[in-house]
């Protein structure tokens, strides 16, 4: 039997919140087939609704109900049935986030294959060098994104933010094509991260507000897959333009500002949930107090309800923007299991250095330039291919297990890395290699984003990433010293040691250790 549509069968109920009916006989839903596409916390949802209070088969004490879509309806098809997760996940903001990450990382991506070429055959600076680049330039952007989550979070203005941030990196970018010593490179390189810090927190706020948690793990895999499209279309670019204009790498960089102001246009087609939620409710409160004042009840004119204990006050923007004041950010505020995140997390970026030393590696065992280029592009196929996959497969199995095979794998690839010395065992490695990134990337954030609470959210991505940042300047900065004094192996083995050690604190800290433990925090 299937749902039937408004206006069907006398007898019919309405699902609350819901777009479609289900048959007034109870006992028809009992026995009858369900309807076609019926995923398990569907027909828990189903059981829920029409079984009658206190009945033996109603769901069991303290088991959430699965959330209803965004649009507040089941997510239905016009035939009656049940939209796939992939597709409720993919709503209007989350496929636009996607196009604006894919064009901002074909800018990125034109220039980095190439910079750690540019820097040591250019412009003549060690591994060292550009390990300290590379790290001071991740670390600038990562400090800003607790400073960009935090300004997020008080003024609401998620979207304007994330413009701000997407123009501000474009712009920067062909800076690097006027250098001709590196401490230039690294100016340009700090404000093009600059940019990267103050847009990222923002735009992972609101890329997990345009999505239902039972999917959002679908939502992050396929924003990954769609930046790391672009990372595969910005090499190939640079490839071609390599032959077109014989080798001129200024020129190719200059070039990257194109695409990089094509991503920061479309922000502007963005809508913040959070925002068009407080003008419904808005809208939704005048109405009624518009209906109470013409009603004339004695003159009475209704109040809001004060707010539930603990709920966050409400700020309004001049722009009529409103947002939930955030609480001050202080370690006493944070979620049990979110600490636990970040001890099991720290471990590993502290010796997670940047990917500039896996090209050099290339490099060392014997790859031309266009031979570096085309293997960066087949690590970044595999992990844009392999993202929103492993991100559904995280919705359904839990993010810690997925999370904990990627670390698993980036330790057996770093391991390789550290005594690859031919040319296939690279090609095979960054191939790998693309899968620990589409397991950890996107999984780890939403992760990270199930264990708070939405007033926090944007905070504490930022928080994370500041963190996660500042590790990676010590990570690159120590691989590049590694690489000048022991080394090129040296790097390799520790990154390999530490992802084998977070990998076991993922496995066995206790409050990380239920296959559902994420999905529990972030539903305040």
């Not at 087609?269 to 009603?295: F, I, K």
């Not at 570096?372 to 359904?396: E, H, I, K, Q, T």
């Not at 770093?414 to 090609?427: E, H, N, P, R, T």
């Amino acid at each position: 039997m299937a749902y039937h549509r408004a206006g069907g069968a006398t007898g019919a109920r309405r699902l609350p919140g819901a777009t479609a009916e289900l048959p007034g006989d109870r006992a028809a839903w009992k026995t009858g087939p369900l309807p076609r596409g019926l995923k398990d916390h569907e027909r828990r949802l189903v059981s829920e609704r029409t079984e009658e209070p206190g009945s033996e088969s109603a769901l069991p004490a303290g088991e959430p109900a699965p959330s209803p879509t965004l649009g507040g309806s089941l997510p239905q098809t016009s035939d009656g049935r049940l939209r796939p997760a992939w597709r409720r996940a993919l709503t209007a903001n989350v496929l636009l986030l996607g196009v604006v990450s894919f064009f901002a990382d074909v800018s990125s991506e034109m220039l980095y294959p190439l910079m750690p070429l540019f820097l040591t055959a250019v412009l003549g600076a060690p591994a060292s060098v550009v390990g300290v680049i590379e790290g001071l330039a991740e670390a600038t952007a990562s400090i800003l994104k607790t400073v960009s989550g935090r300004i997020a979070d008080r003024t609401g203005r998620r979207v304007e933010q994330m413009f701000g941030g997407y123009f501000l990196s474009a712009v920067a970018k062909p800076l690097i094509a006027f250098a001709h010593v590196w401490p230039l490179v690294l100016v340009a390189r700090v404000v093009d991260r600059t940019g990267k810090g103050f847009r990222t927190s923002p735009r992972d706020a609101v890329l997990a507000d345009s999505a239902e948690p039972e999917v959002r793990g679908a939502a992050f895999g396929w924003h990954r897959a769609m930046d790391t499209g672009g990372a595969v279309v910005g090499p190939l670019l640079a490839l071609a333009l390599l032959v077109a204009l014989d080798g001129n790498l200024r020129l190719i960089i200059a070039l990257s500002v194109i695409p990089g102001l094509m991503g920061a246009f479309f922000v502007l087609g963005v809508s913040d949930p959070r925002r068009r939620r407080a003008r419904e409710a808005g809208a939704s409160s005048r109405g009624a107090l518009g209906d109470t004042e013409r009603r004339g009840d004695e003159g009475a004119v209704s109040r809001p309800e004060p707010a539930a204990a603990g709920a966050a006050p409400v700020a309004v923007g001049s722009a009529g923007a409103t947002a939930a004041a955030p609480e001050r950010l202080r370690w006493s505020t944070l979620p049990g299991p979110f600490k636990l995140y970040l001890a099991a997390w720290l471990p590993f970026v502290f010796v997670n250095s940047s990917d500039v030393f896996l090209i050099l590696r290339a490099k060392q065992v014997g790859f031309s330039t266009t031979a570096v280029v085309l293997v960066y592009v087949l690590y970044n196929f595999v992990y844009a291919a392999w993202s929103m996959p492993l991100g559904r497969l995280s919705d359904r199995l839990g993010r810690r297990r997925v999370l904990v095979a990627g670390m698993l794998v980036f330790a057996a690839v770093y391991a390789g890395f550290s005594a690859a010395g031919k040319a296939w065992q690279v090609i095979a490695l960054f191939a790998v290699y693309g899968l620990y990134m589409a397991a950890t990337e996107g999984v780890g954030k939403a992760y990270a984003v199930d264990l708070v609470p939405v007033r926090l959210r944007a905070t504490s991505v930022g928080l994370l990433g500041t963190l996660t940042g500042l590790a990676a300047l010590v990570a690159s900065s120590v691989a590049g010293v590694l690489w000048d004094v022991v080394g090129s192996w040296s790097p390799f083995a520790l990154g390999a040691a530490g992802a084998l050690l977070s990998a076991l604190l993922f496995g066995f800290l206790p409050g990380l250790r239920g296959p559902r433990a994420a999905v529990a925090g972030g539903a305040s």
